[in-house]
């Protein structure tokens, strides 16, 4: 059995009190900002209230982006205020009594004072052109978004230890709901500090894995792992997963809050790879928060959703939306089951 070091944390372990509210408030941050900037900027629920319509038809209207503007039609479902209809989304009477301009009840001035909280301009941004902003809505001119911030060392070791402590919770929770007992051999894409990696390998004994994550990652996630005491099973291996061949010789991939930092090209770029690299009978495991397949929650998803298209190229995608890109790849046998703070995992297998 696996002893971890001293001050390190057990990743067999889980812990006994709901994580929910505490992840919340930090996943739905920004939730807010894209409501007031809908509400107080656009009027748009007034003007969907007199006009009815549908993803392209808001699209052509406001001449906004697809990427945010079906991230934020999910949050405004999710919330109640609208309602879809097949293709068309109709204000709710919850939406129509307090967030149009004619109505006794609108809440437009309450919300009118935080119009120029940064967050708040960046959507209108965002909304236009479909490109993230600055990561945490920072200012600097010479900021920049969070793909390329990167490629910075210092940024790099920063922003892979948040989600290092994130994974010591969702790492394992990830790692008891799969059945690995058919795989031996795991490369983790994108795997930043390698928690998630040590998650699985420390809850399914006969597995050896390996981190794959550019360069600026790779001194980060070797000193990571030699912590957690895996370094005889976990390997780090450095490369660009958007420009180059996956290494080969894995039964098992992993995209562990990976694909929801990317658009649908580069998504489709990334399952197509790891599809032509994964051995033939192996799994692909996606952990991530997943919106469901109908898109109308949940909430505290959609929140995070929010968060993501703001400060990434992607969004969190619905159930169906990866079960259609994943038969595109040449994936079948797909199965969904939720973990731990609005996660899950969906895994699909390569004939």
Not at 26 to 34: I, N, Q
Not at 39 to 54: I, K, M, Q, R
Not at 110 to 127: A, E, F, I
Request: include cysteine.
């Amino acid at each position: 059995m696996h002893t971890p070091p001293m001050d390190s944390p057990d990743l067999t372990r889980i812990p006994a009190a709901d994580p929910s509210r505490a992840y919340r408030y930090r996943d739905g941050l920004y939730a807010a900002d894209l409501v007031t900037a809908a509400l107080v900027h656009l009027d748009f629920f007034t003007w969907l209230a007199a006009n009815p319509s549908g993803l392209a038809a808001i699209c052509s209207h406001f001449k906004f982006a697809e990427r945010p503007t079906d991230v934020m039609m999910t949050l405004f479902t999710a919330n109640g205020f609208v309602r879809r209809e097949g293709e068309v989304f109709q204000l709710s009477d919850s939406g129509r009594e307090f967030l149009t301009a004619e109505s006794a009840w609108s809440l437009a001035p309450y919300y009118r004072s935080l119009k120029d909280r940064p967050v708040t301009k960046d959507y209108l941004k965002v909304l236009s052109t479909g490109k993230p902003a600055n990561w945490g809505g920072y200012d600097e001119d010479d900021a920049a978004d969070w793909h390329r911030s990167m490629e910075d060392e210092t940024f790099a070791r920063q922003f892979t230890a948040a989600m290092d402590c994130r994974g010591v919770l969702l790492g394992p929770a990830m790692a008891k709901a799969l059945d690995l007992s058919g795989s031996s051999r795991l490369l983790d894409i994108g795997g930043g500090s390698g928690i998630y990696a040590c998650s699985l390998v420390a809850n399914h004994p006969h597995l050896t894995a390996t981190v794959f994550d550019q360069a600026s990652v790779e001194k980060i996630a070797t000193k990571r792992i030699v912590e957690l005491g895996f370094a005889d099973r976990v390997a780090v291996r450095a490369g660009d997963m958007l420009k180059e061949d996956l290494p080969a010789g894995y039964d098992l991939h992993l995209f562990s809050n990976v694909l929801h930092d990317w658009d649908l090209p580069e998504v489709r770029q990334l399952l197509a790879a790891s599809f032509n690299a994964l051995e033939a009978g192996g799994m692909l495991v996606i952990h991530d928060a997943f919106i469901d397949a109908d898109k109308t929650g949940p909430l505290p998803v959609a929140e995070y959703s929010a968060l993501l298209m703001h400060s990434t190229q992607g969004k969190c995608y619905s159930t169906g939306e990866y079960e259609t890109l994943l038969t595109e790849a040449g994936f079948r046998g797909f199965s969904f089951q939720t973990t731990a703070a609005d996660r899950g995992v969906m895994t699909a297998g390569k004939p």
